[in-house]
């Protein structure tokens, strides 16, 4: 073996500065401080001392917390006609079951893309004016079903702007 056949090995993931590299003494450390010494680290997000950009958000990324607005899956009107037979009443647990909606999606919304030919009972939590128009043009029916709403909550009248204790000069 000579001394040109040999092959340098894996490196050290870590770099060992200030050691008289061609660097300059702090090797790209700055000069004296925390940072300069052996050991020092920081952790992630840390910002010099000030609140981090993740204390400054609202706390949404955890549980807990849901959106406003629930994300409806869409159907289209075109892919009911393939699915189901004529006269068929259909739940979202029907489409669920059909592969129409993932397990996960919790609204469904109908929309009136594509051809329908049959008379179909259909309830979702929502519809679009044009699924609603072709639906009840080929003589089916259209229910809303209404959204869940959490145990405690006030109704929608009560929570209005006006409502608030300091609005009735109480």
């Given at each position: 073996m000579q001394l040109h056949d040999l092959k340098s090995g894996p490196r050290s993931s870590k770099k060992r500065v200030g050691r008289g590299s061609t660097r300059g003494y702090t090797s790209g450390r700055g000069s004296k401080g925390q940072g300069a010494r052996s050991g020092s680290s920081r952790r992630r997000g840390f910002e010099g001392g000030r609140t981090s950009l993740i204390e400054l958000l609202p706390k949404?990324?955890?549980?807990?917390f849901s959106p406003v607005r629930q994300p409806m899956a869409a159907v289209n009107v075109g892919?009911?006609?393939a699915q189901f037979e004529d006269g068929a009443t259909i739940l979202p647990k029907d489409l669920r079951t059909a592969g129409l909606i993932g397990r996960r999606d919790k609204f469904v919304k109908i929309l009136g893309d594509g051809e329908l030919t049959k008379k179909l009972m259909v309830s979702a939590h929502g519809f679009s004016s044009s699924a609603k128009e072709l639906i009840e043009k080929a003589g089916g029916t259209v229910a809303i079903v209404p959204k869940p709403v959490k145990k405690g909550a006030k109704?929608?009248?009560?929570?209005t702007a006006g409502s608030t204790p300091a609005a009735n000069g109480s």
């Open positions: 949404v990324r955890g549980r807990g892919e009911l006609e109704p929608k009248e009560e929570r």
